[in-house]
C-alpha cells in the first residue's frame, strides 16, 4: 500500500534519517514484498530512533505494527517488517557493506529526498 510507504519515508525524514531510497518491486514476480525502504542513520542510537519512530507512526495512521522486527540488540541494521513492506535501517557503514540498491539494480528505485538535503 503506497499510504504505508509515505508513513515510513516521513517518519525516516522526520528523525533525520539518510539516503532514503524506495526499491519497488511490483515489476518483480515473486517477491517476498512490494517494497523495501532504505536509510542510514549516523549511529546505532540514531537506527533505534528512527525505527521506533517509523513504529509510532504507522500504530498510529495505520493502525499497523511490524510483523517482525530484527537488530535491534546491536543497531547496526534494523529490519521491520509490514508484510508489504520491509524497512531496512542502516548504520552508514554497516549499509556500504550490504549494498542492497545493488543486488536490486534490475528493479524501480527511487531516491527520496531528506529534508535535511
Known sequence: MKSNRATIIKAIDDKKGK???EI???????SICDAYIICSA???SHTDAISNEIDKQ???IH???????GGKEDGLW??????????????????KVYALE???????ITNHRSSED
Open 63 to 69: 493502525k499497523e505494527k511490524p510483523i517482525r522486527m
Open 24 to 30: 519497488d518491486f511490483a515489476e518483480n514476480n515473486g
Open 19 to 21: 539516503d532514503i531510497v
Open 42 to 44: 549516523t549511529s546505532n
Open 102 to 108: 545493488r543486488l536490486w539494480s534490475g528493479a524501480k
Open 78 to 95: 534494523i529490519i521491520l517488517d509490514y508484510g508489504d513492506v520491509m524497512v531496512h535501517i542502516f548504520e552508514e557503514q554497516t549499509r
Open 58 to 60: 504507522m500504530r498510529e
